[in-house]
C-alpha cells in the first residue's frame, strides 16, 4: 500500500483518526479530509496532506489519483448513509464513492451506538460491496490498562485488516505446549 486516504467525519472521535494517521508508516503517503465538524477539534500534523472537505474536485475523488485505500475514522452516521446511497456531495463521500467503484480498499469506523436498524442495513449493504465495517470495539484479552492501550489496539485491527504491519498491540498466542 502505498497512498491511504483517511477522512474524519463527526467530531466525536477525531483523535482516533489523527491517531491512526500518527502511527502509519512512513512509506504509505496520507491524505486527510476533515469534515466541518470535526476541524472543530482537529490538530494539524505534519506530512500529512490536507484538504477541505467542500473541494469535491480534489485529486483524491478521482479513480486515476490510483489510491490503494481509504479510511473514514470516525465514521458518522450521516457520512455512512450517504456512502451507502451513492450521494456524493463532499469530498469524503466522492472520495469513498471512488474507492467503492475501483474495487479498493474501504474501511468505516462507524462511532455511534447503538446502532438504529437502518445504520445496521446501511452497514449490510456496504459490507456486501466489499467495504469493512470495523467500529472500534476493544479487545480485552491483552489486559489494556490505559486508554492509549485501548486506542493503539483498535487501530492495530485496523492495521491488520488493511495489511500494515505494526506492533501496536500484543498478538493472541496460542500456548503450543
Not at 19 to 30: G, R, T
Not at 70 to 80: A, G, Y
Not at 108 to 133: F, Q, T
Request: aromatic fraction near 8%; glycine fraction near 6%.
Amino acid at each position: 500500500m502505498k497512498k491511504i486516504v483517511i477522512a474524519i467525519s463527526g467530531s466525536s472521535g477525531v483523535n482516533l483518526g489523527m491517531k491512526f494517521a500518527s502511527h502509519l508508516p512512513k512509506h504509505i503517503k496520507s491524505y486527510l479530509v476533515v469534515s466541518k465538524n470535526a476541524k472543530t477539534v482537529f490538530k494539524e500534523e505534519e506530512d500529512i496532506i490536507l484538504y477541505d472537505d467542500d473541494d469535491i474536485g480534489a485529486a483524491i475523488a478521482s479513480g486515476s489519483f490510483g489510491c490503494d485505500a481509504m479510511v473514514i475514522i470516525p465514521t458518522s452516521m450521516n457520512t455512512l448513509a450517504k456512502i451507502s446511497c451513492g450521494i456524493a456531495d463532499n469530498l469524503t463521500t466522492r472520495a469513498a464513492s471512488v474507492i467503492i467503484k475501483e474495487k479498493k480498499t474501504l474501511l468505516l469506523a462507524p462511532r455511534e451506538m447503538p446502532y438504529s436498524s437502518i445504520a445496521l442495513e446501511n452497514m449490510l449493504k456496504l459490507s456486501n460491496l466489499g467495504v469493512i465495517i470495523a467500529p472500534p470495539v476493544l479487545g480485552y484479552y491483552f489486559n489494556p490498562k490505559t486508554l492509549e492501550e485501548m486506542e493503539d489496539f483498535m487501530i492495530g485491527k485496523w492495521f491488520d485488516l488493511l495489511n500494515i504491519k505494526h506492533n501496536l498491540y500484543k498478538k493472541w498466542k496460542i500456548d503450543e505446549q
